[in-house]
Structures are given as C-alpha cells and as structure tokens.
C-alpha cells in the first residue's frame, strides 16, 4: 500500500481548484439508471468511489466512458441484471443508491446489503422502510436484499423520515420519480448535493418540488429524458482546504467552490480569528498571524457543521488556544482519528460523544494509519503543523475522496510526497510460493 510523507511546520500559500462533489456525483451516476437515454456529467471528478460506481453501474449493464478528463456519459439502453453483488457493495457503502432507481423503473433489485463501517452500524434501515411504504415487498436473504415492486409499479406515499438520512432521501426520490401518484417526503435531508440531484431528475422530465425545508413533493411521469448537468463542487473538500492555512499559516484562495455551502462552518473559522474573503465562487482563507481561539462544535444535518468536516476541525483544535469541545451527533464511532491524532502529542480525552481538545500541546511527526476517508485527511492536516516527517498509511482511504490530493497542496507549496509501495501483493508472494 502507498504511503504519503509529509514534512510538517510548512505555511501554505497558492491557489486550489476544488473539484466536483464525490458525494453528488455518486448519486447523479446512479439517476442514470432511470433513463434509457444518455446522460452526461461534467465536473466528475476523478476518484476511487467514482469508479467503484463505474463498476457497480456498468454491472447492472450501463454503457459508460469518460469523453475527457471530467466528462462522463452514461447509458443505460437495457438494465441487465437487477443484482448488485457483494464484491462491488462491500466496497462502497453508497452502492444502495442503486435500489431506488432500479426498484422504480425495472420494478426488482437485489443489491447486497452493506456491512458497518469504520465510522459506526451505517443501517439503511428507514430506506427500506421508505420503499414498503410504496408498495414494494423486500426481504433479507443470503446477506441480500430483495425488493420488488407491485405488479403496476411502485405507489406514491407520504413518508416522514425519522431521522434525516441523505442518502435515504436520494434513494427515495429516486425511487419516487417514476412511480404512480405523489409522493411526499418530510423531514428529507436538505443538503445541497440533494438539491443538486433534484436539479438533474427534473432537467430529466421529472416532476419535483423541494422547497428546502425539508418537504420534498414528486409526482412520478411514465418516462424520462437524457441531459447534460455539472456536478456542485465539493463543499468538503472545500472545507478541507479552508483548515488547511490554519494549521502552521499562510493564505490560500480556493476556485470553483460554492462559499453558501459553509455559512455555518465559515461563520465558525471567523469567530476563532481566520481571515475569510467570500466570492461568488471562490472562497480566501488566510491566517491571522497570531494564535486562533478555541471552539466548540456539534455536528448536524445541512445547514449544520457537517460531521464530514468534524476531524479535520478537531485537527484544527490542536493548534487552538485553549479548551475545545467536539459533539459528533451522526455516527456513533467517528472518533477513529483521535488516537491517531495523540500519536502527534495532541491532548483529546474522549467521553460518549464528546472529545476535548486541549490545544496547543506541540505536535511531533509520527507515523500514522488512516482508518476512513476523513481522518486520513485530518492526520495530513494535523502533519502540517507536527515538527518533522509524518508518513501517512493506509493512503488508498484518502484515493477514495480526495482528488489530485499531493498535487493540490504541492501547488501550495507543502512538502509533501507519495511513497508507492512495490512490495509483491499477498496474492503474488503466494503464487511464487507456490
Ligand atoms: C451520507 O451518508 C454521506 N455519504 C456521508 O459521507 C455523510 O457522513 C452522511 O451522509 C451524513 O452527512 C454519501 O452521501 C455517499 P445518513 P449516509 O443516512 O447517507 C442514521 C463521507 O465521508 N440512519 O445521512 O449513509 C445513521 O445511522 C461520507 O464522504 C439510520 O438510522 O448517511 C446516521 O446516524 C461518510 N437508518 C444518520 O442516520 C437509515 O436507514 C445519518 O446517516 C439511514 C441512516
């Protein structure tokens, strides 16, 4: 496995264009399920749970090519199989964005049902409670998920989710676009990446209506068109790149970001002392010189600070001054990264839900192992301000989200390298064993 070495005590300085949104993406590239037409995306950006959908899709029977370095075209003239087996689910939990659309235009599918994660349980329990409510009979067998739809198709339903789910509410609007009558979603999630797949169904022929509070009314239609759509760029990876100056100082500018997508967590970067500048799309983060102050957070659904963003702020804490305080309220376990942030000398006790960061204790570089695709990206954050060589495990997690990754900081002027590994894979060492 390639590892990163970062050396650390560096101020950033340059200009980062963020990328398209993974977490957009995936679902838009699932829409395409719904369509015998082409659909094309642009703004797709290039990462390892984009082409695990690739594969997933193309299973399912999608033709699907790359028409330049960010242009995908997808379609899907016959649904081949309904199944998408465990090899492709197990490694990306969003492969369930599958079942709705497949369930509403093909009326079957039998898509594994995915395993815990590192971040917590990850149930997916309220969308097969959503897709009962229109009708579909679905049980568990062999570790699968079996749904089927009634002999006319799916029924419009109203449904309230008890909790906010994302991607809960994008399988059901997924499954709803096609199905007889009205449907009407309550407390739906509201994120922008929601927004943004709403956008692409009725630019498809769909009829929906999202007033962005949380109620989302779609009245299905009979068929559905292709079309062209751009990807919203990626407010995380955004986010990520804001901390990143904030760590040891510097400035940087982000480009083809949408700054209405972080009020909340640029509120929060403001109130501790970092210098924000918002454009239409561009967002300057720069340091202000002098220590930052401490804060607290606790993470929620869209408007709230995402829980997407929590480790690389709890990085952020450690460079703080003072007391700060995380309350994760998503996932149940997304304290994986904090011990490996002690590794680094950080001082996070944790009780419940709740970590404290002392900040300010000096940070040493360490070796350190990423254990998701956040806390990788919190541990390079915390190596920018830890004295010495970092060397960062495990990278493959951050492949998974994080576009041109090295690249994006190096233009910044971070010191920072992939190691590749080329030691024989297990599988290789046994064949020659053999
Ligand atoms: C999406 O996951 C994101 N993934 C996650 O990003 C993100 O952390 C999460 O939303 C929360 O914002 C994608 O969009 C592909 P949820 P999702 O269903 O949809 C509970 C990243 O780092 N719940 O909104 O799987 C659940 O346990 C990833 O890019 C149920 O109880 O999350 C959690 O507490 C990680 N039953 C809460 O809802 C269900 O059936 C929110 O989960 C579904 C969810």
Not at 183 to 209: R, S
Not at 354 to 367: F, H, R, S, T
Not at 395 to 415: A, I, Q
Request: proline content about 5%; some cysteine; hydrophobic content about 40%.
């Amino acid at each position: 496995m390639d590892k990163i070495e970062i050396i650390g005590r560096q101020t950033l300085k340059g200009d980062v264009r963020i990328s398209g949104a993974k977490n957009a993406a995936l679902p838009l590239m699932c829409a395409s399920l719904l369509t015998d037409k082409e659909i094309i995306l642009k703004n797709i950006p290039r990462l390892g749970d984009i082409a695990t959908m690739i594969s997933v899709l193309e299973h399912l029977g999608a033709a699907i090519h790359w028409k330049s370095h960010d242009i995908i075209s997808l379609n899907v003239a016959h649904i081949e199989t309904s199944e998408a087996p465990y090899d492709l689910v197990r490694k990306m939990r969003a492969s369930i964005l599958a079942l709705g659309p497949l369930l509403g235009r093909y009326g079957q599918a039998i898509v594994s049902l995915p395993g815990g994660c590192a971040i917590g349980v990850r149930p997916i329990d309220i969308h097969l409670k959503g897709f009962e409510k229109m009708g579909a009979h679905i049980t568990i067998d062999g570790g699968n998920i079996h749904a089927k739809a009634p002999q006319n198709g799916l029924q419009g339903c109203d449904f309230h989710f008890p909790v906010v789910t994302v991607t809960g509410t994008e399988n059901m609007i997924m499954a709803a676009v096609l199905a007889n009558g009205v449907t009407t979603l309550t407390n739906a999630a509201q994120e922008p990446e929601i927004n943004d797949l709403c956008d692409l169904l009725v630019k498809i022929g769909a009829d929906i209506h999202n007033d962005l509070k949380g109620t989302i009314t779609i009245t299905g239609v009979s068929s559905l068109n292709g079309a062209i759509h751009s990807v919203i760029p990626d407010r995380i990876e955004t986010g990520t790149y804001c901390v990143a100056p904030l760590m040891y100082g510097g400035d940087v500018t982000l480009h083809n970001t949408d700054p209405s997508y972080l009020n909340s967590f640029l509120d929060v970067l403001k109130s501790i002392g970092a210098i924000i500048k918002t454009t239409d799309d561009s967002i300057y983060v720069s340091h202000p010189g002098h220590s930052l102050k401490s804060f607290d957070i606790s993470t929620s659904p869209y408007p709230g600070i995402a829980t997407d963003l929590q480790a690389q702020l709890m990085a952020l804490m450690c460079v703080c001054k003072g007391t700060s305080t995380v309350l994760e309220n998503i996932w149940e376990n997304r304290f994986m990264h904090v011990p490996e942030l002690r590794r680094f000398g950080a001082n996070i006790t944790v009780e419940g839900h709740k970590a404290i960061v002392e900040g300010q204790y000096p940070l040493k570089a360490a070796p350190v192992m990423a254990t998701d695709l956040r806390a990788s990206v919190s541990l390079v954050l915390a190596a920018l301000a830890a004295e010495g060589k970092t060397v960062l495990n495990r990278v493959y997690h951050l492949d998974r989200g994080y576009e041109n990754f090295e690249h994006k900081l190096r233009s910044c002027g971070v010191h920072i390298e992939r190691k590749p590994n080329h030691t024989p894979s297990v599988n290789l060492v046994q064949t020659i064993a053999s």
